[in-house]
């Protein structure tokens, strides 16, 4: 793929990467485009140490927060391989495999496609994942924490200011589990390398990063019928989970990417007194992806996927090279408020290293290539005392249509901060919807779907004496979606599954409603309670949530040994209602739609015992305890994927400020 001149030579800088980023309390304010760094507070002064907020993390929108090392049940439910509370998500029973959805989120922020394979890019970092630091002192987090079976987990990062200009930072996530069932060992590792610098008049900024990152999978396809049923029905003899015969046994999935990102911009007419403040800059954005998604078989499936053009060494790889260049203009005023506006081109090279002739009127494409010019702005106001935020872009020429649009006003009272938003999307469907190779038959399609059309209305409440609130009601037209598909033999006898892209002909609306409160009572013990609420209004039943899911943690918190210990014990309860739980697709990477059984309505209890000494937080889990007591095994991640048995498990998270 030929790329911008520019593009190219930002390639030829020498960076390598690393990822993840400790935890984190935002301390953001409106106009968070102006410098966030880099004029911020001296380093630490000779003889004085520094404070916590003084170890600073700036997101990609230059929203500042800093490193926070608290013991709370917000680190509790971020203590997972994700590092972010995954109350939305059901894992597989494995750590690092894809992860059901009990919520739905729709963006409404981009123009293009993606590669598609989106059930293995949860642990995928993406741009905006990115964080920048600037810290008084060298800072340190390491992260681990125990698998499924053999294996381990750890997470580690470095960050240091050189000067008060220039800070690096550099990090690396890795997992090997080996799981308890057949065939489902992961395999993942993430690197980034990042850098950020401001010039000594704070004129200029710039910011780098390259990101490296692979994820292997065994895929099993679950259980097969015999095993099923043998689980289902608690069968002693096969309580030893590698007993359990899967539906595939030498499959492997692989997602890698690699990405060199570069943003800039030059102050070239600004004011800093605080009076009068007002700033105009010119500013350059550059980034370049190669990514790609692989499923690999040494033997054809025995049926289980259908029919195959060969019988051993299959392999299906499907690439994605893309790249853009953006330019354009800042302008902030302490009255008018904050304008950006600027025009991106972008490259895009995606599909496979041959074309397919399958009969009269069936012929599938190689590639799918094009180029898209691009329109972006921003607009950001206080107006008295409310908060007003715009975003836009638009597709202006090239070889897809899409746009957005996105509102918000903000309003703070005392205890109470108020948000409300409106957002509209059309956007194509990813790539994998579009064209799609396998030598898997049912697996090759080439379709020429419309965009998907979203609409969006959110309402936020956030209070820590009353509440935490989040309402969605969104609306979506021409909704694209993979179809699970039963495969049978010639006795009409069910052997397997595969899927096909469709697209909606109905409108669908969705509503969720999710509130959040932690009650504190007498004085060591609190209940931290989440409840989500989901309805869908549909022709058929293509976007299948839950329509209760609930998570309440009972809990006890004290320091102990002359406050030496900070010690938080107690027991969680999660449970979701029944529903037409999404399958999982291994060839595609994606959760298909499938309404022949309901699955859910379980509790999954956990005790856990957390303790903080200094600055190191030390947790301690029994996962899913209530499974030793069960007269079934009834518990799914996914059809024909149970979710883990009785686990026990710990770690740590230990900061270092040299």
Do not use: C
């Not at 993942?188 to 999978?217: A, E």
């Not at 419309?450 to 209070?463: A, C, D, G, I, M």
């Not at 298909?592 to 379980?602: I, K, R």
């Amino acid at each position: 793929m030929h790329m911008n001149k520019n593009i190219l030579l930002f390639l030829l800088l020498p960076l390598w990467a690393w990822a993840q980023l400790p935890t984190q309390t935002t301390t953001s304010g409106l106009n968070n485009n102006r410098p966030q760094f880099g004029n911020e507070k001296d380093l630490t002064v000779e003889g004085e140490k520094p404070l916590i907020t003084d170890y600073l993390i700036i997101t990609q929108h230059r929203d500042t927060t800093y490193v926070d090392t608290t013991l709370t049940m917000a680190k509790d439910y971020k203590y997972n391989y994700l590092r972010r509370d995954d109350f939305e998500l059901m894992p597989f029973h494995n750590i690092g495999r894809p992860y059901n959805s009990l919520g739905k989120n729709f963006d409404m922020d981009m123009l293009s496609p993606r590669l598609g394979a989106r059930a293995r890019h949860f642990n995928y970092i993406e741009i905006d994942d990115v964080l920048d630091y600037h810290v008084p002192t060298p800072l340190t987090e390491l992260y681990f924490k125990t698998v499924v079976n053999q294996g381990q987990q750890l997470d580690a990062l470095f960050t240091t200011n050189v000067s008060p200009s220039l800070n690096f930072s550099i990090s690396y996530k890795g997992l090997r589990s080996a799981g308890n069932y057949v065939n489902t060992l992961t395999s993942t590792g993430n690197f980034k390398f990042t850098t950020n610098y401001v010039s000594k008049n704070k004129r200029y900024r710039l910011r780098l990063h390259t990101v490296f990152q692979d994820n292997s999978n065994q895929e099993n396809g679950g259980l097969d019928p015999e095993s099923l049923e043998g689980f289902i029905t608690g069968n002693e003899d096969l309580q030893d989970r590698g007993r359990l015969e899967p539906n595939l046994i030498d499959a492997t999935s692989f997602l890698e990417g690699k990405r060199y990102y570069l943003n800039h911009d030059y102050e070239f007419l600004g004011d800093q007194d605080s009076t009068s403040y007002y700033s105009a800059r010119i500013y350059n954005t550059a980034f370049y992806e190669d990514k790609l998604y692989r499923y690999e078989e040494s033997t054809a499936s025995n049926n289980f996927l259908g029919d195959s053009y060969v019988s051993s060494g299959l392999r299906d790889q499907t690439d994605l090279e893309q790249g853009a260049i953006e330019a354009g203009v800042t302008y902030d005023h302490y009255i008018l408020g904050y304008f950006k506006a600027g025009v991106a081109r972008q490259e895009y090279n995606y599909g496979y290293n041959r074309t397919l002739n399958l009969g009269p009127g069936n012929f599938i494409t190689n590639r799918l290539k094009g180029e898209l010019y691009q329109f972006k702005g921003a607009f950001e106001k206080r107006i008295g005392k409310f908060d007003i935020k715009v975003a836009t872009g638009i597709n202006i020429a090239g070889d897809l249509d899409g746009q957005y649009l996105n509102g918000s006003a903000g309003y703070a009272f005392k205890d109470v901060q108020i948000d409300a938003g409106l957002a509209i999307s059309s956007r194509a469907p990813d790539f994998n919807y579009q064209l799609f190779q396998s030598d898997y038959v049912n697996y090759n399609w080439q379709n020429n779907f419309s965009n998907v059309e979203k609409q969006q209305l959110t309402f936020k409440l956030q209070s820590e004496k009353y509440l935490d609130l989040d309402v969605s009601f969104t609306t979506l037209q021409d909704y694209v979606y993979f179809q699970e598909n039963q495969v049978s033999n010639s006795d009409n006898e069910v052997t397997g599954y595969n899927a096909t892209p469709a697209q909606a002909t109905e409108d669908i609306t969705y509503f969720k409603i999710k509130a959040h409160k932690d009650i504190k009572f007498f004085k060591y013990f609190g209940i931290d309670n989440t409840i989500m609420f989901q309805n869908v209004s549909q022709g058929s039943d293509i976007i299948n949530v839950p329509q209760i899911t609930t998570r309440n943690s009972l809990y006890y918190k004290d320091r102990l040994f002359r406050n030496a210990l900070l010690l938080q014990t107690g027991i969680s309860l999660k449970y979701f209602s029944e529903y037409y739980m999404d399958s999982y697709d291994p060839v595609l990477g994606e959760f298909t739609v499938q309404t022949d059984q309901e699955l859910g309505a379980f509790p999954m209890v956990d005790f856990f015992v957390n303790a903080k000494v200094r600055q190191t937080r030390i947790f301690f889990k029994l996962e899913h305890l209530n499974q030793l007591f069960a007269s079934g095994d009834d518990y799914f991640s996914a059809p024909r994927t149970p979710y883990r048995d009785f686990t026990v498990r710990f770690g740590v998270v230990w900061n270092f400020f040299l």
